[in-house]
T-cell receptor, first 113, second 114 residues
């Protein structure tokens, strides 16, 4: 069985500071890992994914994530946070063949001016 | 290219009724997945269809069913509604059936069961 943990329900950062949203996973075999963002009253939007290759992946809106196989982590990062980054962020792991995605419980990011 | 569309956006039903939700994927996408989102349970996987075949099913009772049509549009049905079925139901489409494909989500259907 696969699982995803986002240990922080809430992350607060000041605008201009770096941000990190944490994610750890458990899956048999090689993982496909994703980050999605959800703005109020809207569906989820794809940010970035790790499939294979370089452990640092870059995505939309200046976000990046670092895959760490030994720590089974896939933390989302951004060098300089914007107020508009405030949203709910989900980490997800997907089986290599099947269509089932397992999502974390989400982390609410609040960026204050 | 149009995104994933879901209809209706809002629904209010009473216990015992049934409901059908519709999802139109992005043009060319053949995989459609459904999720239930609630504040307490987060995002829970319901099922996934590819080329009109259900490939995966989550841990939901048989009251939850779905299907996919030849044009990739999908419907989800919930029979004998319960109060606990109140949730945001999200549909997501992806290009292929491989796990490396990112999903594109619709805005959801907000179902309220009274």
């Amino acid at each position: 069985a696969q699982s995803v943990a986002q240990p922080e329900d809430q992350v607060n950062v000041a605008e201009g500071n770096p941000l990190t949203v944490k994610c750890t996973y458990s899956v048999s075999g090689n993982p496909y890992l994703f980050w999605y963002v959800q703005y109020p009253n809207r569906g989820l939007q794809f940010l970035l994914k790790y499939i294979t290759g370089d452990n640092l992946v870059k995505g939309s809106y200046g976000f990046e994530a670092e895959f760490n196989k030994s720590q089974t982590s896939f933390h989302l990062k951004k060098p300089s946070a914007l107020v508009s980054d405030s949203a709910l962020y989900f980490c997800a792991v997907r089986d290599t063949n099947a269509g089932k995605s397992t999502f974390g419980d989400g982390t609410t990011l609040t960026v204050k001016p | 290219k149009a995104g994933v569309t879901q209809t209706p956006r809002y629904l209010i039903k009473t216990r015992g009724q049934q409901v059908t939700l519709s999802c139109s994927p992005i043009s060319g996408h053949r995989s459609v997945s459904w999720y239930q989102q609630t504040p307490g349970q987060g995002l829970q996987f319901l099922f996934e269809y590819f080329s009109e075949t259900q490939r995966n099913k989550g841990n939901f009772p048989g009251r939850f069913s779905g299907r996919q049509f030849s044009n990739s549009r999908s419907e989800m049905n919930v029979s004998t509604l319960e109060l606990g079925d109140s949730a945001l139901y999200l549909c997501a489409s992806s290009l292929g059936q491989g796990g490396d494909n990112e999903q594109f989500f619709g805005p959801g259907t907000r179902l309220t069961v009274l």
